[in-house]
């Protein structure tokens, strides 16, 4: 196992590049990134091999900007539902769960992208293994915020056991275990806010 990966670089993108990148986000979360080489990017982007490598350098840089891109998305989603949800931590804590349960059935229909790709990127000296493990503790630091205005004392176990209904709602939804994951971890969640 490697030693951490710093931040890793961003790359500014062209219109080809962004072709590329569309192909790759459908190929990776669909197959899995192991499953999908270079030449099926560039074939599904109508783009040669030499303008993926000219535009990003690396494969792994091809799977640093899909999961940046789809983390930023993420956030930029869940963003606007807190917003939506007004001051009121609890509103605001049920609000991340709903955002999941309107997020996963076109964005997420196979579970949690970060998730699945931990699965294949575990060595914390891949360059897009800080996005990976950044998203989620950027979510624990989210409900973590959270739990310190609902239960200032226990914000911290608070935060972890929203944190644990969550994302095993998105990884029983990715399996198919219930229909509903999600919104069944929502009821838990709202059981435990005063």
Not at 21 to 30: D, I, M, V
Not at 118 to 136: M, R, V, W, Y
Not at 172 to 180: E, I, M, N, R, S
Request: glycine share 8%.
């Amino acid at each position: 196992m490697g030693t951490p990966a710093e931040t890793p670089r961003r790359i500014t993108m062209t219109p080809a590049a962004r072709r590329a990148l569309a192909a790759a986000e459908r190929l990776f979360y669909e197959r899995g990134i192991h499953a999908v080489g270079v030449d099926l990017i560039a074939a599904e982007a109508g783009v040669t091999k030499k303008t993926l490598y000219d535009r990003f350098g690396s494969k792994d840089q091809i799977v640093v900007e899909y999961l940046a891109d789809r983390d930023e998305r993420w956030r930029a989603f869940l963003g606007e539902r807190l917003d939506a949800a007004g001051p009121d931590p609890g509103e605001r804590v049920l609000a991340v769960f709903d955002a999941s349960r309107a997020w996963v059935p076109e964005s997420s229909p196979k579970g949690c992208g970060m998730v699945n790709a931990h699965a294949e990127i575990s060595d914390p000296a891949h360059p897009a293994h800080p996005i990976i493990t950044g998203q989620k503790a950027w979510m624990l630091d989210l409900f973590t915020r959270l739990a310190a205005e609902i239960a200032p004392e226990g914000a911290d176990s608070l935060a972890r056991t929203l944190m644990l209904l969550h994302e095993g709602a998105l990884v029983a939804h990715g399996l198919g275990v219930f229909p509903d994951a999600v919104a069944h971890a929502r009821e838990q969640a709202a059981a435990l806010l005063p």
